[in-house]
């Protein structure tokens, strides 16, 4: 007689291109994030929450390059037949919400919302197909004032977090200032803005290759074409000589100041309509910027910011990290860009048919934190919680007792809920917890009305450290009253 063969048991793995997030990650981004909604809340935007998923109609398709099913998106066919997908982003979402409740939100509506996305894209090194986006917008307001807003917004948020001024920068350039070189280079017609178009994005990838290619690996690209190191060939824009070096004039032309850069900018665009009026936008901007106190030490005006999703229509800006680190290679590199944004007047349009200014940034979370782990301003070991040690099982009710008037002081703790019966094992747990003190009373102690608190931080500083004659100094364990429980894990915390 043949035997049943058992049930195959799942395989116990995260899916490809996702990741778990433990304890210790989850409270550090956390710590970060309350800090930037300070800021936020601070300039009078208000949290917003949408949904996880959207209707792929309302996401629409702004995901750029992407060679993946649904274009990029996590989709899936309802029950009804609407096809429904996970958000790519916040800006989207948003963008649906402005205009289904435009008749109850204020205008302009300034919010910022924080929370996982989801890209159907190949996975790779450090790339997840899950992770956290921290997002800040406001909709309805054509001035660029809010454009300004927004960058010093960014900028006192990431000193708030634990980036000094000095190492990092925020570059802001122009859409319609692009354009208008585009336009003098002879790759943009106003009158039929999807002639070129091809050429256009060459060009824009070009400029933006601009540090990892330098200036010959761009002209190659902007010509008719290049090949790299392992001899792929990569097609060109096609551009003359001539038309080239107006683009490679735009990318050259930061100055020292602000006032500068925005005077070399418009002798470049010349007589564009469009090229003109990004650049008194920019001229604006930085006025604006000059005013409020944010110099060049922490916002610049910068050609070299192109940002590449298709939707904005105006002032663009990038957060980027000027302190170096080394790759997985021991090589030194800059950290590089930790945010970007801009202004995307068209978006909501999709769904009301009329245009509606609307500008953002967004935070990449996890980047962010790599940042400030690389600086040394999180990834501490967490002190982990109290842990009161059952020494006899007929007795929970008493080391719950302990537990509670720790937790109504402040404090954190815990009791030992596994089998009591080894108690080296309860120690070996509260080291696993990263505790720093456990708290011991067996029966003697009960009788005495006393418990014994053991210092497993210096206990653990001694054993490696420390001769015995330290250790007689340096007690790393102390009897206490009952009574004097709190008071006296509060003092040796405080140690």
Known sequence: MSQDKSQRRPRAETPKGFRDYFGAEVTERKAMLDKVAEVYHRYGFDPLETSGVETVEALGKFLPDVD?????VFAWQDEDADWLALRYDLTAPLARVAAQYRNDLPSPYRRYAMGPVWRNEKPGPGRFRQFYQCDADTVGAPSVAADAEICAMLSDALEVVGIPRGDYIVRVNNRKVLNGVMEVAGVLDPADPSKFEAERGIVLR??????RLGEGGVRALLGEGRKDESGDFTKGAGLGAEQAEVVMAFMAARRDSGAETVAALRALVGASVIGGEGVAELETIAELLDRQGYGADRIVIDPGVVRGLGYYTGPVFEAELTFEILDEKGRKRQFGSVAGGGRYDDLVKRFTGQSV???????????????LRAKGRVGDQAAGPVVVTVMDRDRMAD?????????????????????????????KYADKRGSPVAVIQGGNEAEKGVVILK????????AQNATLEEWKDRPAQVEVARGDLVAAVRKMLGK
């Not at 993946?68 to 990029?72: F, K």
């Not at 070009?206 to 540090?211: Q, T, V």
């Not at 210092?455 to 001694?462: E, K, M, P, R």
């Open 68 to 72: 993946r099913p649904n274009e990029g």
């Open 206 to 211: 070009a400029i933006d290759k601009i540090d």
């Open 357 to 371: 200014p609307a500008t953002g940034v967004s935070i990449g979370v996890d980047r962010l934190l790599a940042a």
């Open 399 to 427: 080391y719950l007792g302990m537990v509670a008037d720790l937790r109504n002081a402040g404090l954190r703790a815990e009791v030992y809920l596994g089998n009591p019966k080894n108690f080296g094992n309860q120690l």
């Open 455 to 462: 210092d497993l931080v210096l206990g653990a500083q001694i």
